[in-house]
C-alpha cells in the first residue's frame, strides 16, 4: 500500500462496542493490527463481489501493531 498516503485514502467509521471489541479479540488472536484485519476484511469483501484480489495478505504482513 505504500507509506507515502500516495495511494492511498483514509476511512473512518463507527462500530457497535461489541463488534469493536470482536475484532480486537480477532486481532489478537491472530496476532495481526487492527488496521491490518479491517483491510484484509475489505479486501475481501470486495473480492467476493467480483473486484479480485488486489493486497496480497500473508498472516505475517499483520505485525507492526500500533
Known sequence: MGQDGKHAQRV???LRKDRYAQLVAVAKKRDVALSWLIRHA???FLEDEGGGP???F???QGHGKR
Request: aromatic residues 0%.
Open 12 to 14: 473512518t467509521t463507527t
Open 42 to 44: 475489505v479486501e475481501k
Open 54 to 56: 488486489r493486497l496480497p
Open 58 to 60: 500473508d498472516e505475517g
